[in-house]
C-alpha cells in the first residue's frame, strides 16, 4: 500500500476499526477490511506489472498491462482483484486466503438476508485475527516485489 495510504490506515482506520469491532460491530468491521485488502491488492498489482514492464524492456519485449484488462484496477472488484494476483503470485496458500476472505465478505456484506445473522457474526470474528495474517503475507510479497523493482 502507498506510504500514505498506510499512515492513514495505522491512524485513522485502524482504531477506528478496533473500536468497531470492540462494540460489536463486525460487519462494518469487514467493510473497512474489504477497503484495505483492495488498495493492497492494487498496489501489489501495480508493483507487479512495473516490474515486469521493465523485465520485457530489458528483453526488448513490450509488455503492456491495460490492453491485458477490460478496465482499471480502481474499478475492478475485490474478486477480480484476486483473479489478476492469480497471474502474479505463486503462493496458493495466499491466493486460497484471498478467496476465503472475498467468500465470506460476500456472504456477510452481499447475503445478510440470506443466512443466519448469528453464524456470520461468528463467522466476522474469526476473519478478524486470519485477515491481518493475509495482511502480512502481502506485505511480504510488496517488499519481495518492491526488491524485484530495483533490481529490474
Known amino acids: 500500500m502507498e506510504e500514505e495510504k498506510w499512515e492513514k490506515l495505522k491512524k485513522e482506520i485502524e482504531p477506528r476499526i478496533d473500536k468497531l469491532a470492540e462494540e460489536g460491530f463486525v460487519f462494518e ?17 501495480e508493483i507487479y506489472e512495473t516490474v ?21 484496477l480502481e474499478s475492478m ?10 497471474a502474479y503470485v505463486d503462493d496458493d496458500d495466499t491466493i486460497v486466503q484471498l478467496q476465503e476472505f472475498n467468500k465470506s465478505r460476500i456472504r456477510s456484506i452481499h ?14 470474528k474469526i476473519i478478524k485475527n486470519d485477515f491481518y495474517k493475509l495482511m502480512e503475507k502481502l506485505v511480504d510479497l510488496e517488499i519481495e516485489a518492491l526488491r524485484s523493482r530495483i533490481t529490474a
Open 29 to 45: 468491521t469487514m467493510l473497512f477490511f474489504s477497503v484495505i485488502l483492495e488498495e493492497e491488492l492494487k498496489y501489489l498489482i
Open 77 to 86: 472488484t475485490l474478486g477480480a482483484l484476486i483473479r489478476m494476483m492469480c
Open 111 to 124: 447475503k445478510v438476508f440470506d443466512e443466519n445473522i448469528v453464524k456470520l457474526e461468528q463467522d466476522v
Open 52 to 72: 515486469l514492464n521493465a523485465t520485457a524492456i530489458a528483453m526488448g519485449l513490450c509488455f503492456e498491462p491495460d490492453n491485458l484488462r477490460n478496465r482499471n
